[in-house]
């Protein structure tokens, strides 16, 4: 019997592990810890003001370097000081400062929107940045509805029995989450300061390297497959115009451990189309018909 790719009720959906799942995610950032976590290892002076442009690029490749191919749907942003800069996909939620009532404040407002975020299913995944240990009644509802919560962490997570001496009630949370997110200090500081958006302005993609690397990734997957899972696959892209999600997420996957990344909307489809080509035995010929640039010019009769 062959496996439906197309199904959303496949059996084989339900047992994807946790890299190949893709689906939705939103960002809950206690502002104050943020800026902790980018400044607790530095020497420098202290960053006033932050630039959060990059900040949903900056989080998506985080999670993507912890295997999870999930995108930022919206970020909240929870911050004890007045915010002047709007940044689309982004909801500032003004809270008491911490010296003043000891956290209370952001503990209800981050607590009850993770809770309505869960109860309303709005969401596959929530990304978490805060250290308060009295987040863990919250996550635990959370998970409880079938939420995946992740924790922003540094690179002391890296070694949690270690962290559990040293900072107990840090252990306990970081331990609660379904997965431990680490950032580098220094890389989340330069991205506050916009250093990464003006790296990432003056260095354009060769667009055609883009494709060669989207082609070798896509071939060497192809050619991993068995010869039933290829022939299924076939048969599914001859009915369909897309390609299964399950084939794509593990593509798009690739794709960011590859380019360090993730693939904008129009390489996303370029993805996609470039393995239909692959999948139904059409690339080759397209490839040599881009690449002979006497097969699309018009013939030419020569004299007798």
């Not at 502002?31 to 420098?44: E, K, M, S, Y």
């Not at 709005?122 to 987040?135: G, K, M, S, Y």
């Not at 949370?173 to 003056?202: E, F, H």
Request: with cysteine.
């Amino acid at each position: 019997m062959k496996r439906d790719y197309f199904s959303h009720s496949s059996k084989d959906a339900h047992r994807q592990p946790l890299d190949q799942q893709g689906g939705s995610c939103i960002a809950l950032i206690d502002a104050r810890f943020l800026v902790w976590l980018a400044q607790h290892n530095q020497t420098g002076p202290k960053q006033d003001a932050l630039n959060r442009f990059d900040l949903a690029q900056f989080l998506t490749g985080a999670l993507g370097h912890a295997g999870l191919d999930v995108s930022i749907k919206r970020i909240y942003w929870y911050a004890e000081e007045n915010e002047t800069l709007d940044v689309d996909g982004q909801i500032v939620r003004k809270v008491l400062s911490h010296d003043s009532d000891g956290g209370i404040s952001l503990l209800k407002s981050i607590g009850q929107d993770l809770s309505r975020l869960a109860e309303s299913k709005a969401c596959d995944h929530v990304l978490l940045a805060t250290d308060d240990e009295r987040f863990l009644t919250a996550i635990d509802g959370a998970q409880l509805t079938g939420m995946q919560v992740h924790i922003l962490a540094d690179d002391a997570a890296s070694n949690m029995q270690q962290l559990h001496q040293s900072d107990p009630g840090w252990g306990r949370l970081l331990s609660q989450a379904d997965r431990r997110i680490v950032v580098q200090s220094k890389s989340l500081a330069d991205m506050l300061q916009g250093s990464v958006g003006k790296v990432a302005a003056q260095v354009q993609e060769d667009p055609e390297v883009v494709r060669e690397s989207i082609t070798e990734v896509i071939v060497s997957w192809w050619d991993d497959e068995p010869e039933d899972k290829r022939e299924e696959l076939r048969d599914a892209l001859h009915i369909s115009r897309g390609i299964p999600q399950e084939v794509d997420r593990q593509l798009l996957l690739r794709m960011r451990h590859r380019l360090t990344r993730a693939l904008t909307l129009p390489e996303k489809k370029m993805l996609r189309e470039i393995f239909r080509s692959v999948a139904l035995g059409t690339h080759a010929a397209e490839s040599s018909q881009n690449n002979d640039p006497l097969a699309s010019a018009p013939l030419i009769e020569e004299p007798v």
